[in-house]
């Protein structure tokens, strides 16, 4: 079975940061391209960042130079360091797990990311 389990979600002032880790279980991990979506309220889900097979990583502009993705294939965990967080980063953040060239995702549950003015 498998399962994407997210936390490190919070409530956080402007400026600060935060440490989102995905623990991944049931999928051979080293084959699969892991992304962190984000959803706020009334808006649709967007990509964040993404880290490939290869270990090459994408960031929206929104958050590049403040977010960092990073995976450990012997944890099979993907992480998203948050520094420079602002109200706007305010979502519930998703991870999210791709085999490239098949029709499966596997989606987390989700961790609430709420920083104040």
């Known amino acids: 079975q498998v399962q994407l389990v997210e936390s490190g979600g919070g409530l956080v002032q402007a400026g600060g940061s935060l440490r989102l880790s995905c623990a991944a279980s049931?999928?051979?991990?080293?084959?699969?391209?892991m992304n962190w979506y984000r959803q706020a309220p009334g808006k649709q889900r967007e990509l964040v960042a993404t880290?490939?097979?290869?270990?090459?990583?994408n960031y929206a502009d929104s958050v590049k130079g403040r977010f960092t993705i990073s995976s450990d294939n012997a944890k099979t965990t993907v992480n998203l360091q948050m520094n420079s967080l602002k109200p706007e980063d305010t979502a519930v953040y998703y991870c999210?797990?791709?085999?490239?060239?098949?029709?499966?995702?596997?989606w987390g549950q989700g961790t609430q990311v709420t920083v104040s003015s």
């Open positions: 049931g999928i051979r991990f080293s084959i699969y391209a």
């Open positions: 999210n797990a791709r085999r490239p060239g098949w029709p499966l995702v596997y």
């Open positions: 880290i490939s097979t290869e270990g090459s990583t």
